[in-house]
């Protein structure tokens, strides 16, 4: 079946660090996908389209600036976190539509800043 | 405002009975319904969908029911097992547009042995 594929899957840095994560769809090509975060025992919410060859589509109350995404090609996505600080620890996860059916998810990023 | 709700943040059933978890919305634009299966530190596995053109979709030990009228879905788990101990999300989304979720705040189930 379609696999997306996330990267690091785990990250620990000092406060003011940018860190970027990658989403690549492996199978398929993605001219949409989606960034979620979720933090513990709550549910996953989106915080923005990465859409291909354009501007991403930031949720209410996502800082554009410090949220950074770039879709750059049809199978890989990035997320970068400027300037990282500890209120930023977090589960990112991505997701990427194959057009029909259901979205596909990585396993996910466990971004913790100290 | 959350549009979509899970009001039971866990549940626990014996193995070979079965697990019921309930999900509400509140967006009557939302035509195509999800349920995701969750491990920790792992991302959502797709388990079965929805259309609102059907009210019943079943898989194997899956079905999901969906009442238009009372804008509530169920997910049905029959029999359970020890392995479907998972934290189950649904989601909810219009197949217009972007096509975003909507994701509930997730059941934890646990199926005892």
């Known amino acids: 079946g379609a696999v997306v594929s996330q990267h690091p899957s785990w990250v620990i840095c000092k406060s003011g660090t940018s860190v970027k994560i990658e989403c690549r769809s492996l199978?398929?090509?993605?001219?949409?996908m989606f960034w979620y975060r979720q933090f513990p025992k709550q549910s996953l919410m989106l915080m923005a389209t990465s859409n291909e060859g354009s501007k991403a589509t930031y949720e209410q109350g996502v800082e554009k600036d410090k949220f950074l995404i770039n879709h750059a090609s049809l199978t890989l996505s990035t997320l970068t976190v400027t300037s990282a600080h500890p209120e930023d620890s977090s589960f990112y996860i991505c997701s990427a539509d194959p057009l029909l059916g259901a979205q596909h998810f990585g396993d996910g990023t466990r971004l913790s800043i100290l | 405002d959350q549009q979509v709700k899970q009001n039971s943040p866990s549940l626990s059933v014996q193995e070979g009975r079965i697990s019921i978890l309930n999900c509400d919305y509140t967006?009557?634009?939302?035509?195509?319904f999800l349920w995701y299966k969750k491990y920790p530190a792992e991302g959502p596995t797709f388990l079965i969908s929805i259309s609102s053109i059907k009210d019943k979709n079943e898989d194997g030990r899956f079905t999901v029911f969906l009442n238009k009228s009372a804008k509530h879905l169920s997910l049905h788990i029959v029999p359970s097992q020890p392995g479907d101990s998972a934290v189950y999300f649904c989601?909810?989304?219009?197949?217009?547009?972007?096509?975003?979720?909507?994701f509930g705040t997730g059941t934890r189930l646990k199926v005892l042995a």
């Open positions: 199978d398929f090509q993605a001219t949409t």
């Open positions: 989601a909810a989304t219009t197949t217009s547009g972007t096509y975003k979720y909507i």
């Open positions: 967006n009557s634009m939302f035509d195509y």
